[in-house]
């Protein structure tokens, strides 16, 4: 079978041609494009969006060519979480979708959480406190009365392909707006809060059918009509479809791009006093799981890192300096990444020096040393996170996976597995493209019977590097201890 993977991070888009069958899985790239925000001005300042139209584009010329290398059976579309657009009663779409690090969500979840207690929402969603949360975009929007229908990015991109509008429900549980134990729409929530229900487009299931290319569509781009498959549509999801963890292991994943998701998967939400307090999210996975994970800030520090250097006429190559950031010493200076600081986009090397001045440690200066210190806090946030998730559910972790382009990062995945203290097992690169693959090959017609099946092809056909925890616990404990008074070295 061959299948179009279309994976759209929040730094690139790729579309990956798959080919599964029995004992084979492999995906390679046929098209890949940046990805970003654009801020547009207009009257009262400026709006941070992502460039839709473009996006599309790119899919249908990513598309065309996966089937040119060979003839598709079809497609699937996973894609960065909560962002959606609005549709007219016609289907039309009102306005450019607005990029979640858009500052318009300041202050709105405090005002609904005045309203609805934060235990409240987190027992009916599930969800943790992310301040870009849909239903936090969805109050910042400044007229709602023209809009019929919401789309999530991938549904969005789906109705365009296909005629047929729907809410897949992976991304859903993304939304605080659905409600993670009927895994239905939180109907009664979103009156409460003031959001007119009939946004909410019917919810289906990843492995089901969306509908085939628009005929029109499909002879312009002299492709078959091909059948659409939702699948994990959140690119999370889809991510944790391909971690190749051995059946009964206790594992924890990683999921390492612009965001590192960090977490466990269970079978049902865990939705107690101290998950909420740690703010951890139940997410819904690919056959009912769960992701019980945090978001951890990720490579985008790193990143926005380059772009700042290369915005004022410095620029540094990621290859060399992670070369000059592992020759500075470990934990030398470390910050706590998940601080709101880091979200917005802008100059990341001034914040990480003013996190370090602020907590009197030795300032880094140097693009290494700034780079050692991001990496070096990234592990820190891992530790910290991969224990919570074992002490909140009491299950241990004896190995943890990281799949995503971090993968690429072996001074940041040796320095993870010295962190959390177990073995670190890194691959596959491509992990969201994998799992959205076999997730189509199965509502196709292959014999992958549930995400067991699926994690033994992925063992089967792809190398795994293994990373052994280095044995220097004591100075991982005190350089905790240096960000955050509660942990006791
Ligand atoms: P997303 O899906 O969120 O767009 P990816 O999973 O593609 O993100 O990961 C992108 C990140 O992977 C980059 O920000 C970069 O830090 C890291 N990365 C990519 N290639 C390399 C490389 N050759 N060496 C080290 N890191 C890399
Ligand atoms: C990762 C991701 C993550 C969300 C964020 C908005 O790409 O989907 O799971 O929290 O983007």
Redesign the pocket.
Do not use: H, I, K
């Given at each position: 079978m061959r299948l179009a993977a279309v994976?759209l991070?929040?730094?690139?888009g790729r579309v990956m041609a798959g080919t599964v069958g029995p004992g084979v899985l492999s995906v390679q790239e046929v098209h890949r494009f940046a990805?970003g925000g654009v801020r547009v001005a207009h009257a009262g300042g400026s709006t941070l969006h992502w460039d839709i139209l473009g996006l599309y584009r790119e899919l249908l010329t990513g598309v065309q060519a996966a089937h040119k290398a060979g003839a598709l059976d079809g497609l699937g579309i996973d894609s960065?979480a909560v962002d959606y657009g609005l549709l007219d009663a016609s289907g039309a779409l009102l306005g450019n979708p607005v990029n979640y690090r858009d500052a318009r969500t300041e202050g709105v979840a405090e005002r609904v959480l005045e309203s609805v207690p934060a235990r409240e929402l987190f027992d009916v969603t599930g969800l943790q406190q992310l301040p870009f949360n849909t239903l936090y975009q969805l109050l910042a929007e400044r007229d709602l009365s023209a809009a019929e229908t919401m789309l999530l990015i991938p549904d969005l991109l789906n109705y365009w392909l296909t005629g047929v509008r729907g809410a897949e429900r992976t991304n859903a549980s993304t939304t605080q707006l659905y409600d993670v134990r009927s895994r239905e729409w939180a109907v009664d929530l979103a009156t409460r809060v003031g959001i007119p229900p009939r946004l909410l487009p019917p919810l289906r299931d990843p492995g089901t059918v969306v509908g085939t290319l628009l005929p029109d569509l499909a002879a312009e781009l002299a492709l078959p009509e091909l059948p659409v498959v939702a699948v994990g549509s959140h690119?999370t999801a889809s991510a944790v479809v391909g971690v190749p963890a051995e059946p009964g292991a206790n594992f924890a994943y990683i999921s390492?791009?612009?965001?590192s998701l960090v977490g466990l998967e269970l079978d049902e939400p865990e939705l107690g006093d101290a998950a909420l307090a740690a703010n951890f999210t139940n997410e819904g996975g690919v056959d009912g799981t769960i992701r019980f994970l945090r978001n951890v800030m990720?490579?985008?520090v790193?990143?926005e890192s380059l772009r700042t250097w290369e915005a004022q006429g410095t620029p540094v190559a990621?290859?060399s300096v992670?070369a000059q950031a592992a020759e500075v010493p470990a934990l030398s200076a470390v910050v706590d990444i998940d601080a709101p600081v880091f979200l917005p986009p802008g100059d990341m090397p001034s914040r990480i020096r003013q996190a370090c001045a602020e907590t009197g440690q030795r300032v880094p200066e140097t693009p290494g040393e700034i780079v050692r210190c991001v990496l070096d806090s990234l592990a820190l946030a891992y530790r910290r996170t991969v224990r919570q998730a074992s002490e909140l559910t009491g299950r241990p972790v004896d190995v943890v996976h990281v799949v995503?382009?971090?993968v690429?990062?072996e001074l940041l995945c040796q320095l993870t597995a010295d962190a959390c203290g177990v073995p670190v097992l890194a691959g596959p690169?491509e992990a969201?493209a994998l799992g959205n693959v076999l997730v189509q090959a199965r509502a196709l017609g292959a014999d992958l019977p549930d995400l067991a099946a699926m994690r033994a092809l992925i063992r089967d056909t792809h190398e795994l590097r293994r990373y052994e925890p280095s044995g220097r616990e004591a100075d991982w404990a005190l350089a905790a201890a240096r960000i955050d008074p509660k942990v006791v070295a």
């Open positions: 994976d991070g929040a730094s690139s990805n960065w690119d390492s791009g612009t965001w990720g490579l985008w790193l990143s990621l290859p992670l995503g382009g971090g690429r990062n690169v969201a």
